[in-house]
T-cell receptor, first 114, second 114 residues
Framework: AQSVTQLGSHVSVSEGALVLLRCNYS??????LFWYVQYPNQGLQLLLK??????LVKGINGFEAEFKKSETSFHLTKPSAHMSDAAEYFC????????????FGTGTRLQVTL | GAVVSQHPSRVICKSGTSVKIECRSL??????MFWYRQFPKQSLMLMAT?????????EQGVEKDKFLINHASLTLSTLTVTSAHPEDSSFYIC??????????FGQGTRLTVV
């Protein structure tokens, strides 16, 4: 069984500030981890994913995440927030690299203020 | 990235009628499709997994006679909400993957039952 916990349902940052969205996972086997972004009334867009290899993963739009096995974490960061980053972000886990049967976290809504 | 098209994006129907939602993979063969339901301000809950040419596998608690899933070809899966009621109002999202690809998400369908 696997699960994902996203701490903080809402995060607000100023434009240009660091973005940190937290994700912790639980998995009985080595996990594959994903971050998705969802804009209002739209589907999900893949930001980045960790399958194997390098634990620091770079994604689109300047986002990156680091897989830390010892902390069972996969936090999402971006050095400088932009207004267009305002959206809902979901962390997800699966036990296969092809994102089959994803288990999603509850999501974090990112607000970016001027 | 690969494109998954979901149609319609919005639909309003009367209570007791049935609604069909289509999910198409436009540039790859989708051997597996997933259907998710998302309640307002909540995460995505997997409803069912369908493999082309096979019966769908439903998650626990999902009524298979109410949510009919057909995956008759490698590019099309449909979800039919039968005898819809207001409590079926939700955002439905499909995702599709090929044999060696990750899952790509459709744009979602907002169903409102009045």
């Amino acid at each position: 069984a696997q699960s994902v916990t996203q701490l903080g349902s809402h995060v607000s940052v100023s434009e240009g500030a660091l973005v940190l969205l937290r994700c912790n996972y639980s998995s009985s086997v080595p996990p594959y981890l994903f971050w998705y972004v969802q804009y209002p009334n739209q589907g999900l867009q893949l930001l980045l994913k960790y399958t194997t290899g390098a634990t620091l993963v770079k994604g689109i739009n300047g986002f990156e995440a680091e897989f830390k096995k010892s902390e069972t974490s996969f936090h999402l960061t971006k050095p400088s927030a932009h207004m267009s980053d305002a959206a809902e972000y979901f962390c997800a886990v699966t036990t296969t690299g092809t994102a089959s049967k994803l288990t999603f976290g509850t999501g974090t809504r990112l607000q970016v203020t001027l | 990235g690969a494109v998954v098209s979901q149609h319609p994006s919005r639909v309003i129907c009367k209570s007791g009628t049935s609604v069909k939602i289509e999910c198409r993979s436009l540039d790859f063969q989708a051997t597996t499709m997933f259907w998710y339901r998302q309640f307002p301000k909540q995460s995505l809950m997997l409803m069912a997994t369908s493999n082309e040419g096979s019966k769908a596998t439903y998650e626990q608690g999902v009524e298979k006679d109410k949510f009919l899933i057909n995956h008759a070809s490698l590019t099309l899966s449909t979800l039919t909400v039968t005898s819809a009621h207001p409590e079926d109002s939700s955002f439905y999202i499909c995702s599709a993957r090929g044999p060696e690809t990750e899952a790509f998400f459709g744009q979602g369908t907002r169903l409102t039952v009045v």
